[in-house]
């Protein structure tokens, strides 16, 4: 069929752009050839255009052939016969996936055009787009996989990229601490999705979506898995999208993203990165449509966060965090959609969104000349109403909710307690029987084992050693 | 009863002491305000009363900021000539005197010593770095960097002599009959070197020695000399700073560091107290000040909150902190802490500097801050500082608890790790060496010299090594960098004026604008098109203070220098046949207003900003458009602005109409509007200031200034700084207004200052980001004046599109081929683009400020490098009054910028707010690194990037006895220049003789015979060429051409 030859033509282009960026900078840090900022430039504008136009070509031509799934296969990756295991690479033309990579690419461009100008001379300006295009690979793999394999692999790429731009300036401790943080978290949601791959793997033999969620394109698959094995393993998924998406418990990562310059902000909480949750919810969706317990604890995350986001949003007195929890209330709104079956409404809110909020992180730092004009229009000051309702309530709550808002919930405090102290505990109880078992095995006395290193707030960005020797001044001054 | 007595009073007298350490410490934070005006000035205000290159010292001591350029970017300069031997040998020949030509070695004076550490660079590393250097690369196997071929031959010869000759032979006599050889104990020492090298040499094929081993022995057996060297002598011993506060200890016994966990809340809960509108929901209780208001917070005990907080709600409730004044809980909190009383000063310095900015602004906010929305209470500080002392305390009893065996109290931290040594010497043993074997090789001490050395010898060369160490040499490059700049410009400066003043005959337009730097390439090429206009500069509110506000403006803002407080309010309004559509305007304005502070509101809430969200879509158009098409979006956007815009036809409410006694409100000491006495006062002063009197031409543009940006929260400070960080228009428009009233005229006609009727003045403003010009009440311009300003706007839009075009020269996004028009509509788009760091350069490269006649300078290329300030010494009295009212604004506010420049370029995470890609606005306040660092002052990496670090010199023509008597009597202009915060030379108005102040008094500055360049025009001079130009004399600039003799 002559569309569908077209179209897996296109498709092949539209994959390859940002990989073909990703090579070009890769290959020419790798071989130390620095490329100057314009040839950088143009060869960001001409790979991501040349998707973001073969992209549209695909939409054009879905639309007048009026097929609505197309599959471009580029087979398996890694095979290991033995155990029956295969990396299934192809990627998927339907209603979800072709407004998705159009948004990622256009997001993608805008920023990358605004990141040319924005980082020109900076030291890591090569640095930057390095990342940059690792990103765009990582979201456009992730909004046209058609394996959950290849979803896997896009997602990791936009974990890692994200993670790394969150500590760009590396030479300052808190932008490190961060971004270690955020891949922490990132690394316990991928944790959770590679487990829901074996598990769906497991079952169907496959990881196509089309085999687990039957034929009809989306929206309209019904999964084929029965409904236990659909609640654990969307239980994984869920738990892989609050953590990219920054749900509850996940949340407290978000503010620490800003540490990035402000394109990347962008990218992240405004834009792409912080949709991506949503995204997996949306692919997946024939799966919670399989479990009820399932769905309502969809909704359940989805409300409970929004509300958080919504309060804590409230209270931020810095641009940036205020945008980045404003945005977590709708993602999580996005969430809820997805969770009460409404998919087109979700698709439509993710994508109005995120232009909306890229558009008002990119002029976050305008926001003083803004509300200036708006001061002048208004011809006065700009009143700040706090929500009518919290005068009803009594001083005490009133205290206690903005205390909650203002350290975000305790989220971050609530995970290390219960989550990585335990953790941690098990793992030095392993660590002691460890060392004990080789005392006795090699016949050395049992010595008193010192514990783990790791066993610090997780906050912290400088690991504690047990060992007395001082740390150089220099870095003392200026921590 | 007793008792209580005793305690109140000792809770006084402590509450007295807290209340003076935090004075004292409240000083040396930096005092910049909120962003919204940002004013520029010295970043080293505290230490003004010391010399500047102590005060650089006690700056790096108090801060750790750095107090020059690190020595390798001065190397750089060096090696690319900016810094010449020269420059550096003046230096030093200036700062050793009669000492440099002492010898402190055989053959080598002090001054060649430092010489050679200056000329090429010092290798220094710690002591593993120089063992694995020595030991495991082949560093001791060449001569190190620096020396030269002839020192390296003559060195290597003697050595090889020595060794034939004496070593050997000596040596193998030695061995037979040992007890008859005399040897010193030198030599004795050459000997224990020679058996200690001979294995590694084979000594059997001497006579067959390359050159490479011959240079390899000569080396290996001085570095054994060095290390003996090193060993035998000791380095000057250095006070570490002691740790004062928990953390410091505590930081260095566990590595944990407590200022982060308190850090993390602190900066949250003050950006909650002091923000001016971000967030949507105030925190509780905030009228109640910063202590109470977070005790009212805290009180409560959350289970789930961090760990390290528990103890928090016992303390708040148990300790009674509530009913404790902020100072008596300081006391507390320190008492409890177990500081001695006897270092509370010091301990409460360190605990404010922990996080500068924080408190800085918080003190800002508290004492200097009435114009903000919501300033916070007298005495914020001190709030802080118990907020933070309480934190402290469980913070540390947290970290201590955990990390440390036992219950440790707070003394006892105190005293950990004090049994170390606090002063340790500078340099160890192998340190010492390293740097006197490179030395040796610089100077050509060859082994056979050095033998002869004694302890001493070597202990007087160690000493001078280390008297010249990092920052000394550092300060010296410095020195040298400024001298090399001086130079330049005062020989320029004095081949320029010994031509003829370059006034032009006949005067068809003359420019009045401000002193800024920026307008430096502006008038020149006004010059330049025009030999008949006549440029000027006074400061940019051109001598009318007020508060104005505009017409579709809310608030009235200061426009004046900030150390003027203005008396009078001017408003802009509309004409008064366009009421009704003025009105109409204005309700659409409030309506569009509403509207898009309503999207800004609900695109941040959890129900409207799902509808929001769902038409999110159409914000695409925008985003995209305003990333990529910045210039074309922008001015789409004016065109629908345009619609809703104030009527181009406004006049200003200059006039103080006389209140009836019924009105009068005795207790404003403002009034609106100007009284005719006070405009005659305001032209006449400006009319002094620039020596103008009587010589006005047929039309005067009035050229106020200010610069427009996008996502730039530092704009503020790219506007005019004599307009207190405003847009300087309207003082323009004010001063031509007032100048054009015939009753001003009349006012002033009697006190002798005649404005001919033919004389019309313009108020009219330019954007130096896009080089747009503007002009006010045009309609008003008589009929007989209407050519004239056709013309004269005609060369106006030239010479702002050439200056766009020499401004365009530093910016690397654009060719250095193009076109003026290119130029302009590059500037134009520079100023639209979101993603623009960089809209214009602001004051960078700033380096002198020439208060004298144009006429003496006209015709000369600045670079944009110099504040212009016309004066003209034959008008001014014997006592130089209008000079005094000249450098009293000129020397902080142009050496204010100068000096803010200079520390934000040598440090610029340190004094400066680092990078300009992370920044995050914060409460409206100012901008942070992230979602929670401290608060950064200063400038950012981006404004200073081409900034060279001199301090400022200003060149006023007058005699120096008038500064000297200037001086005298003003202890501000007197500290600056004395202290050297600036550097000042005179030059003669009769003549081109130029002298300059040093310690001593001035001095006759000799010029060297460098010639100046000369050329056509501007463009032939920077075309082409992107980095900082020379002086040149531009011939189409100039309005007599000199005569040939």
Redesign the interface.
Known sequence: MNTAVLVNFLGFSTVLAPLLFLLVIGCSMLLQYELSEVAVGRWMKGTIGFGLLTSVSILAIMLLARSFREVVDLGNLVTIEDVHFHFHLSFIFDRLSVPMVILSL?LCF??G??????????NGFHRFFLFFSMFAVGMVFASLAATIETLFLGWEFVGLSSALLIA??HE?V??VA?GLRVWTVYRIADAAFLAAAVLLHHETGEGQFIGMMSSEPWPYGVSTLDSVVAFWAGLLLLIAAAGKSGLIPFSGWL??A??????SSAVFYGALSVHLGAFLLLRVSPIIDQSFPLRCLVIAIGLIT??YA?FT???????????AF?SL??VS?IVVEIGCGFLYLAL??M??????????L?????????????????????S????AW?KWTS??I???L??????RG?L???L??CFAKPFLRIFNAFDRLERSWICILSGEPLKATSKLNME?NT????G??HD?A??P?ST???? | MNVTVESKSTNESAASIVRHAIDHAAHYLPSQGPIAVFVHHNTLHAFESMRFEEAVEAGYNKYGSQPYWPEARYRKEYARGRITDKDIDAVLLDDLRQHGLEEIAQGTTRFELYQSLMKSPVLEGSDAELRWLTAQTDALDHFCQGVSEAVKSQMVDTMRHWTMRDLRTANAFRSDIQANVDASKHTENSFAIFKHLEAFFPFSTIEDWSKATWQKWTLHFLWQDCIRAGEATRSRRIAKQPYLRHRDRLLNEVSEDCDLIVHDLLIRFSAAMMDQGVATWQIPNRSEGFYRCFLTLFQDQVPWAERWMAPLAKIIRDEDLISKSPLESIAHSLSVMGVPISEWDSYIERTLLALPGWSGMVDQMATNADWTLSPAKVGSLDEFLAVRLVLDRIAVRFIANKNLCGQKSFHEILQLGSRSAIDSPLASCRQRAFHLFQTAQKLGWDPKLLSQWSTAQWQTIVDELEHCDGVSRRRVFQLAYERNYRIQVLDSISEHARGPLQVPAKVRLQVITCIDDREESFRRHLEELDPMIETFGAPGFFAVPMYFRGAADAHFIPLCPVIIKPKNYVEEVGPLSAVQAELRRSQTRRLLGKASHGVHLSSRSLISGTLTALLGSLSAFPLVARVLFPRLTSRIRSMFAGLVKPTIATRLELERIELTDDDAIDDNPCTEGFTLEEMANAIQRLAGDLGIANKFARLVVVLGHGSSSLNNPHESAYNCGACGGGRGGPNARANAAMANDPRVRRILRERGLAIDDSTYFLGAYHNTCNDAISYFDLERIPQSHQSDFLAASKTITEAAKRNAHERSRRFESIELDSSFDEALNHVEGRSEDLGQARPEYNHATNAVCIIARRGRTRGLFLDRRSFLNSYDPTTDDANGSILTRIMQAAVPVCGGINLEYYFSTVDSSGYGCGSKLPHNITSLIGVMEGAASDLRTGLSQQMVEIHEPVRILFLVETQPEVILSIMSKNPLIDNYIRNEWVQIATLDPNSANIQLFTQSGFHPYTPSEAILPKSKTSLDWYRGWRDHLGFARIESGMVHQEVKS
């Open positions: 256009v805008t920023i055009s605004f990141g040319i100008s924005y980082l020109h001379r900076d760009y300036f300052r808190s932008p961060n503010p620490r800003m540490e990035g310059p402000t394109p929004a509300i919504a949003a409230r209270v931020q007195t810095d641009v940036k965090s205020s945008l404003a209330t709708q709104l439509i809110h994508i109005g969104h995120a232009c909306l909020r890229t558009l008002q990119l002029r976050a730092p305008t926001l003083l000349r803004d509300y200036k004009t708006l001061e002048n229009a208004l011809g006065g000051s700009l700040v109403r706090a929500p919290i001083p005490s009133q205290r206690r903005y205390r909650a808002a203002m350290e305790y971050d405090a609530i290390d307690e610090t906050k912290k960005p400088i504690t050693t007395s001082p740390i001044s003392r001054e200026h921590s």
